[in-house]
């Protein structure tokens, strides 16, 4: 099954990749060269069988881009020099052993870090240009153009089905049009909105794990956000949900750049077109390796890479 | 982006910075120096006025700020924050008054010498180099002694119920204790004067007095009891029953000891109830002048009562002996407070 | 060679198990059984003692001891029977609950919030301490406090509500004497329940789930935003079973509202003027001089209040009890 992309810009973007993760250039992709083979040959089938998007570079702001990001919780350093890429348009998987500061790392794009009460951070986050930790940012506004979606479904109980896709208006107090309209919208983009439009008026509590999180993914949706961050989503969920997910993921990638945590290597193959492996050797959690999704699982330049897509340890 | 030669340092950007804080801090000048304002200005006057003003301005001002600053759901948000910030004041506000006042209305007659005698020879209304509260104290020694000698065994039993044995009344009995811990402290007094008086014919004592504790003081000691025993995990039982021993012995040697600092909290939040408590001792103790050492006959003292006796007459040497006999009324009750917090924490510490 | 079956697949019943308990056992639940009964039987005798005793006088005076609002001696000398009836306060036992209930509640959950979401972390335990302090202190304390060191200051209030608010009727006055009012005695009762709902309340708030609040925050939401929907729904129950628990403390507080409220034995809606009473307050100011009739009716008034406050506590607990399982 061969790479349907355009070699040309594939190797334009791994330029970008490695000016951003400061690692060297590889010089060719030998698919047939045995000494960097990967020994899992599913993982590499499956990310060589989706379909590469070629996302758009930022340049100068019309995405997210991490630079920089050290984290700290008291005087524990958990992540150092973050320096990511999230093209729109595509969805990026950041994988990598529990531990190593993955969730922390997406906290911190949307500032849901600063919640703990020792939590400290260097580096910037660029959305559109604009660091979003500079003083005088409306915070709230920045969580609406990066959304989250979490591990444990966590619809409002006290809501109906249509409330809780409303609920981030409601809660940011915006005024639109046709409140019905928006509903339908993020509900089939969601992919949940055949089985659930008969019953809007019913409690979100009702619903099954699956169905929960596809509603969370709806009232994401319902904000409008440019990058929407999500942190586990499948890992409480049956694998007949996680697939219909994995599905949604790749759909609304078209409108939106996808950020996903996920310990599942074979869904981060699936489902993404870039991937950012991290470790921790027991100090702060680093990005060893990023690049196209094919790449990390067919090609890794890192050896510490290999060895956790091939399963050697994780 | 390399790799940074020197060492990156932690920051908290979402920390408000000075330059942020300005509006707040202009707002909050305007809202104190507009409210002086409008004090000199309008009928408003005094402190009340004043405080009336500065509140509705301050909730004013934040809203608009916000407002205009950022939006609306920024403003409400202000609003709520001025509002629960007052909220918190009024709490703190009668709560320093009520400890300030004890201690400068109580502390004017103090001296160690009140330990020592009793109001069998002095008027009331003497001066306070005379007299002294020796009679209630004993009376509330006694008084309270009884009652926790009578609801320990109870209020824990009761526990022990609910929690270990749990039997089939379990949960009407705790429903039941729940309810009685809101019987009026004045209910129970007035049950064991128609029992303890009216039908076993007794008169005014330490003991009847003892006995309307108990029925104030079991509801607290229980609650808090279960409380404890269902903070044991159920592992150090089932430890204890795989052992081969039987329930008896596994609540008495694994149970009780873990429970152990917890049910002395339990004991002393009781006594911390009932040791202020005047409603039910009004009608059962008689309320003496003199030091009584029998507890089954003649008329005992309290703290309660001797304050109450005191304030009744009203003359001011009496009022200050009132205010005295509260701040050692106060005092007792915040060392049982503070014990029961330490035998608290002693159990976090330990377990 | 064993025949099997294939599709015959028999499912045992299930065994009965019995475990005789041991003497010692035996003996130990006999005690803790017993010692727990006694708490049922407490109350019950409570009951039934305070029904036997008051029982001549709520048969004399029948319904009327409710609502009756007379409180007189019998006078033979005219062939007058005594006339014992509650109706005023029961009254004044309602308004200053009432009166306490509307400042304590908003001041109550204000800083319970405050305490769970807005105060900085230094200040949050030293405050704890000072609202669970002021659970434990006495009533007697709040009645002298109240009496000497409040009251002048209720009263300044109650004089300006009248002049701009007298138009109202239940602030208007026949007379003006504002000391020792309902609204005084409603206000000290509301200083001495804030710390017990504020207690609960603030319980309840720290249970709220964390997903659904950083669910609220990830949407962009603000801090008054979030507790609108996320910490009161989940909260409510708790925090009205705690506020009828604080409801029932002051229905039932004596000394705390002898001290500030002048006892006139008369329903009145004028909050402000010095004139009212509760039951639990009657009680203790009849009870020195009582004779034998007049304490039976004294018994019937206790036993009243023990019923109302039962109702108000059963109410309260119940409805912790249910969203505690929720």
Redesign the interface.
């Known amino acids: 099954m061969s790479n349907q992309d355009n070699p040309a810009t594939t190797n334009d973007r791994e330029e970008s990749m490695s000016q951003v993760t400061g690692s060297q250039a590889s010089n060719t992709r030998d698919r047939n060269a045995n000494n960097r083979s990967v020994s899992s040959h599913s993982l590499a089938d499956v990310a060589n069988a989706r379909l590469t998007k070629v996302g758009t570079p930022t340049i100068s702001g019309s995405g997210l881009e991490a630079r920089g990001i050290h984290a700290w919780f008291g005087s524990k350093h958990v992540l150092e020099d973050i320096s990511l890429d999230f093209f729109t348009g595509t969805v990026t998987a950041l994988i990598g052993p529990s531990g190593c500061g993955k969730s922390t790392f997406i906290r911190i794009l949307n500032r849901m870090h600063e919640f703990i009460p020792t939590a400290a951070l260097a580096g910037q986050v660029i959305l559109d240009g604009k660091d979003v930790y500079d003083s005088g940012v409306d915070v709230t506004k920045i969580r609406l153009k990066v959304g989250m979606v979490f591990q444990k479904p966590n619809p409002f109980p006290s809501m109906t089905i249509k409330e809780n896709v409303l609920s981030g208006l409601k809660l940011s107090q915006l005024k639109i049009e046709n409140a019905d309209e928006l509903l339908e919208s993020c509900l089939r983009r969601a992919g949940l909105w055949d089985e659930v439009k008969d019953r809007l008026n019913e409690y979100g509590g009702a619903l099954s794990g699956g169905q929960q999180q596809r509603l969370c993914i709806a009232r994401s949706l319902a904000v409008n956000p440019q990058v929407l961050l999500m942190d586990e989503p499948c890992s409480a969920l049956d694998p007949g949900s996680t697939l219909r997910i994995e599905e949604t993921i790749r759909e609304l990638s078209d409108s939106m750049s996808i950020v996903i945590v996920t310990h599942n290597m074979q869904q981060a193959a699936r489902v993404s077109d870039y991937t950012g492996f991290f470790l921790s050797d027991g100090g702060p959690g680093r990005l060893i390796e990023s690049g196209t999704t094919n790449d990390i699982f067919t090609n890794p330049r890192e050896k510490r890479t290999e060895d956790y897509v091939s399963g050697r340890f994780g | 982006m390399s790799q940074t030669q020197f060492a990156v340092k932690p920051a908290r950007p979402w920390k408000l910075s000075i330059r942020s804080l300005i509006p707040d801090i202009l707002g909050a000048f305007f809202t104190v120096f507009g409210s002086l304002a409008i004090v000199a200005i309008t009928p408003l006057k005094g402190k009340l006025g004043f405080a009336l003003v500065l509140i509705t301005l301050a909730i004013i001002t934040a809203t608009t700020v916000s407002w205009l600053r950022k939006d609306r759901k920024a403003a409400m948000n202000s609003r709520t924050t001025v509002l629960v910030y007052i909220a918190a004041a009024f709490v703190i506000i009668p709560l320093t008054s009520i400890l300030y006042e004890v201690v400068r209305l109580g502390t004017a007659g103090f001296s160690l010498r009140i330990f020592t005698e009793d109001m069998s020879v002095t008027a009331s209304d003497t001066d306070l180099s005379e007299g002294g509260l020796l009679h209630a104290v004993i009376g509330t020694a006694y008084v309270v002694f009884f009652a926790t000698i009578l609801s320990t065994p109870i209020g824990v039993l009761t526990a022990l119920y609910i929690v270990e044995v749990k039997g089939r009344f379990a949960g009407l009995v705790r429903f039941f204790v729940q309810a009685m811990s809101g019987v009026p402290s004045i209910v129970a007094g007035l049950f064991i004067f128609a029992f303890w008086m009216i039908q076993m014919g007794n008169a005014y004592s330490g003991v009847a007095g003892a006995f309307a504790l108990t029925v104030l003081m079991i509801p607290t000691v229980a609650r808090t009891s279960e409380e404890v025993l269902k903070l044991i995990p159920q592992d150090l039982r089932e430890a204890g029953l795989a052992l081969g021993a039987t329930q008896w012995r596994t609540v008495a040697t694994v149970v009780i000891p873990a429970a152990k600092s917890g049910l002395v909290t339990a004991i002393i939040l009781g006594i911390a109830r009932v040791v202020g408590e005047t409603a039910p001792l009004l009608v059962t103790i008689g309320g003496a002048d003199a030091v009584n050492l029998n507890p089954l006959d003649g008329n005992m003292s309290a703290f309660p009562m001797y304050v109450w006796k005191n304030l009744l007459i009203g003359s001011p040497n009496a009022v200050s002996r009132a205010w005295l006999g509260l701040f050692v009324l106060m005092v007792s009750v915040l060392i049982f407070f503070a014990m029961a917090r330490y035998f608290s924490s002693a159990r976090r510490r330990s377990a | 060679m064993t025949i099997v079956a294939p599709d015959k697949k028999v499912t045992p019943a299930p065994r009965v198990i019995t475990t005789e308990?041991?003497i010692?056992?035996k003996?130990?639940?006999a005690?803790?059984?017993?010692?727990?009964?006694?708490?049922?039987v407490?109350?019950g005798?409570?009951a039934y003692?305070?029904i036997?005793?008051g029982f001549e006088a709520i048969r004399n005076a029948g319904l009327g001891f409710l609502t009756g609002f007379e409180w007189e001696d019998a006078i033979p000398e005219i062939g007058q029977d005594a006339r014992y009836g509650i109706g005023a306060m029961l009254f004044g036992t309602i308004v200053t609950g009432i009166i306490a209930m509307l400042f304590a509640v908003?001041?109550?959950?204000?800083?319970a919030?405050?305490?769970s979401y807005?105060?900085p972390?230094w200040l949050k335990k030293p405050?704890v301490?000072?609202?669970?302090?002021?659970a434990?202190?006495?009533?007697?304390?709040?009645?002298?406090?109240g009496y000497?060191?409040?009251m002048p200051?209720a009263e300044?209030?109650a004089k300006?509500i009248h002049k701009y608010l007298g138009f109202i009727p239940i602030f208007d006055m026949p007379a003006p004497v504002f000391t020792r009012s309902p609204f005084v005695a409603g206000l000290v009762l509301a200083?001495m329940i804030?710390?017990i709902i504020?207690a609960i309340s603030r319980e309840v708030f720290a249970q709220t789930?964390p997903?659904?609040i950083?669910?609220?925050?990830?949407?962009?939401?603000?801090?008054?935003?979030?507790?609108k929907?996320?910490v009161f729904?989940?909260g409510r129950g708790g925090v009205v079973g705690g506020a009828m628990?604080g409801l029932?403390?002051a229905?039932?507080?004596?000394?705390a509202v002898y001290?500030v409220l002048n006892l006139v034995y008369d329903i009145r809606i004028e909050v402000l003027l010095s004139a009212g009473g509760n039951v639990?307050s009657m009680?203790?100011n009849k009870?020195g001089e009582a004779d034998f009739v007049e304490?039976q009716a004294?018994?019937a008034a206790?036993f009243v209040?023990?019923l109302v406050?039962?109702i108000?506590?059963?109410i309260?607990?119940f409805i912790i009890n249910k969203t505690a399982r929720e």
């Open positions: 308990p041991r010692t056992d003996v130990f639940r005690v803790v059984t017993g010692g727990g009964m006694i708490s049922l407490l109350l005798l409570i003692f305070l036997f005793n908003p001041i109550s959950v204000g800083t919030l405050f305490l807005y105060a972390e405050m301490i000072v609202v669970d302090v002021m434990a202190i006495p009533s007697i304390v709040y009645g002298l406090w000497f060191v409040f200051h300044y209030w300006l200083i804030t710390p504020t789930p997903e659904r950083q669910a609220a925050y990830a949407l962009g939401a603000t801090k008054w935003a979030m507790v929907a996320v729904p989940y628990l029932g403390r229905m039932g507080e004596t000394v001290t639990a009680i203790v009870f304490l004294l018994m206790g209040l023990f406050t039962l108000v506590n059963f309260a607990n």
